[in-house]
């Protein structure tokens, strides 16, 4: 049997088991191991054991995981989402849908000491929902934009998925970080275009609210400033090369549990709940890695991705082909699957398919960054797409009146936002790599 042969017979047990609901991390190291012994019998699966787990979860740089995990922990319970929200909405709270625009610069904003989607969004929603609500929003559309908004956790550096990539194909972290910020910002700023459509053709579904003094604004913003500095500690620090990206995960964790405990929101079992959260968080990102490593080392044995690159490369399709049908794949798999273990099971066989192929003249290097900002902002749109929709499911849980279907619905135009906007990095690579330049 060839290695695509192997491969193919291998996904088709682990899609079995996902379909028995068994969990994305043990279904691929159940899948893995069986497809490791098929190809290479006990003895030397049972080797391989020995030094797995330590080999994968030594690596020095995956520590940024639980420590970025920590310090979104820690802003959630320090009510520093709250303080972005109240900025956005004093500052454009006035325009048509300002609120639910606001909504998603706070997602952005708590995204940039956060790293993870889910708690984005979770946390946005308990922050922004009942205001939404109080300015007689549309149910639908706050569930929508919020849902669309938490996306931004991923997308706006730091991003836990984005340094498992970076291990994963040996980039610099720093470098992926720089290169997600600006399609970050157009995300944000697409969002909110999407918002000011909806208020203009259906004002009621986003009433203005109140205009504030400038005052209350210049005291909104103020408010925000452990946000700020945090963001300019972490970020500035990596990018200054001051720090490393686990020396600023480090840092921000410190200071993000300075501002929560200034608060008051590390008092009584605060502490330990914010332990607990990231501990949960880590470990289940961990069992997904422990077990996508056994499935690509089985993958490895078989020779499968080199076997499919080669394929691929020699049926001589364009090379927007390749990557349209990359992305086609990634959209579909999004329905299914969480963004995280589609990078996993996915990286390992597309990477070398991207780097065996030209693409405008991209060097190794410059491909291999440009195609994880494109493959993170693919994967991410899985977050609000049904049947999955992790970000929905979130919002639905905090609002009782809005059907999942009906937030669906509502979601389509953002989804729209975000095909333009992988279309524009496709064609425009510099939108990603110019911030590698400056």
Same mark, same amino acid.
């Given at each position: 049997?060839?290695?695509?042969?192997?491969?193919?017979?291998?996904?088709?047990?682990?899609?079995?088991?996902?379909?028995?609901?068994?969990?994305?991390?043990?279904?691929?190291?159940?899948?893995?191991?069986?497809g490791?012994?098929?190809?290479?019998?006990?003895?030397?699966?049972?080797?391989?054991?020995?030094?797995?787990?330590?080999?994968?979860?030594?690596?020095?740089?995956?520590?940024?995981?639980?420590?970025?995990?920590?310090?979104?922990?820690?802003?959630?319970?320090?009510?520093?989402?709250?303080?972005?929200?109240?900025?956005?909405?004093?500052?454009?709270?006035?325009?048509?849908?300002?609120m639910?625009?606001?909504?998603?610069?706070?997602?952005?904003?708590?995204?940039?000491?956060?790293?993870?989607?889910?708690?984005?969004?979770?946390?946005?929603?308990?922050?922004?929902?009942?205001?939404?609500?109080?300015?007689?929003?549309?149910?639908?559309?706050?569930? &929508? +934009?919020? #849902?669309? =908004?938490?996306?931004?956790? /991923?997308?706006?550096?730091?991003? %836990?998925?984005?340094?498992?990539? *970076?291990?994963?194909?040996?980039?610099?972290?720093?470098?992926?970080?720089?290169?997600?910020f600006?399609?970050?910002?157009?995300?944000?700023?697409?969002?909110?275009?999407?918002?000011?459509?909806?208020?203009?053709?259906?004002?009621?579904a986003?009433?203005?609210?109140e205009?504030t003094?400038?005052?209350?604004?210049?005291?909104?913003?103020?408010?925000?400033?452990?946000?700020?500095?945090?963001?300019?500690?972490?970020?500035?620090?990596?990018?200054g090369?001051?720090?490393?990206?686990?020396?600023?995960?480090?840092?921000?964790?410190?200071?993000?549990?300075?501002?929560?405990?200034?608060?008051?929101?590390?008092?009584?079992?605060?502490?330990?709940?914010?332990?607990?959260? &990231? +501990?949960? #968080?880590? =470990?289940?990102?961990?069992? /997904?890695l422990?077990?996508?490593? %056994?499935l690509?080392v089985?993958? *490895?044995?078989?020779?499968?991705?080199?076997?499919?690159?080669?394929?691929?490369?020699?049926?001589?399709l364009?090379?927007?082909?390749?990557?349209?049908?990359?992305?086609?794949?990634?959209?579909?798999?999004?329905?299914?699957?969480?963004?995280?273990?589609?990078?996993?099971?996915?990286?390992?066989?597309?990477?070398?398919?991207?780097?065996?192929?030209?693409?405008?003249?991209?060097?190794?290097?410059?491909?291999?960054?440009?195609?994880?900002?494109?493959?993170?902002?693919?994967?991410?749109?899985?977050?609000?797409?049904?049947?999955?929709?992790?970000?929905?499911?979130?919002?639905?849980?905090?609002?009782?009146?809005?059907?999942?279907?009906?937030?669906?619905?509502?979601?389509?135009?953002?989804?729209?936002?975000?095909?333009?906007? /992988?279309?524009?990095?496709?064609?425009?690579?510099?939108?990603?790599?110019?911030?590698?330049?400056?």
């Open positions: 049997m060839t290695g695509i042969g192997y491969g193919l017979t291998i996904g088709g047990l682990m899609i079995g088991l996902l379909a028995l609901r068994v969990h994305i991390g043990g279904a691929m190291l159940i899948a893995g191991s069986i490791y012994f098929w190809v290479a019998g006990s003895d030397p699966l049972l080797n391989y054991f020995k030094n797995a787990a330590y080999a994968r979860y030594s690596v020095y740089d995956l520590s940024v995981v639980p420590l970025f995990l920590l310090m979104g922990q820690f802003a959630t319970h320090g009510g520093l989402s709250r303080a972005l929200f109240r900025a956005g909405a004093t500052m454009i709270g006035h325009w048509r849908g300002g639910a625009m606001a909504g998603v610069t706070a997602c952005a904003g708590f995204g940039a000491i956060c790293g993870s989607s889910l708690a984005t969004a979770a946390t946005m929603g308990q922050v922004a929902l009942p205001e939404l609500r109080r300015h007689d929003y549309s149910p639908s559309l706050a569930a &929508a +934009a919020l #849902a669309a =908004g938490g996306t931004l956790g /991923i997308l706006i550096p730091p991003s %836990v998925p984005l340094v498992i990539y *970076a291990i994963l194909t040996e980039q610099n972290i720093a470098k992926l970080f720089m290169a997600a600006i399609p970050g910002i157009i995300a944000a700023i697409g969002y909110m275009v999407v918002i000011s459509l909806i208020a203009r053709l259906d004002p009621a986003a009433p203005a609210s205009k003094s400038w005052g209350q604004r210049l005291q909104a913003i103020i408010d925000t400033w452990p946000v700020m500095l945090i963001f300019l500690v972490v970020i500035g620090g990596i990018y090369g001051i720090f490393t990206p686990t020396e600023a995960a480090s840092v921000g964790t410190v200071a993000t549990a300075l501002v929560a405990w200034r608060s008051g929101g590390l008092k009584g079992r605060g502490f330990l709940e914010c332990v607990y959260g &990231a +501990a949960k #968080a880590t =470990g289940m990102i961990f069992l /997904i422990l077990g996508a490593d %056994v690509n089985f993958l *490895a044995l078989t020779q499968m991705p080199t076997e499919l690159a080669k394929w691929v490369i020699g049926f001589d364009p090379p927007l082909a390749v990557l349209f049908a990359i992305i086609a794949i990634y959209l579909f798999l999004g329905c299914i699957m969480d963004s995280l273990s589609m990078l996993l099971l996915t990286i390992p066989i597309f990477f070398p398919i991207i780097v065996g192929t030209d693409f405008w003249g991209l060097d190794h290097d410059s491909k291999a960054i440009w195609f994880g900002i494109v493959a993170l902002m693919t994967v991410e749109i899985g977050l609000i797409t049904p049947p999955v929709g992790m970000n929905v499911y979130i919002i639905s849980s905090l609002t009782k009146d809005v059907s999942m279907k009906d937030t669906f619905r509502a979601i389509v135009p953002f989804l729209a936002s975000d095909l333009l906007r /992988i279309l524009l990095l496709v064609f425009f690579p510099s939108v990603a790599l110019i911030a590698l330049k400056l």
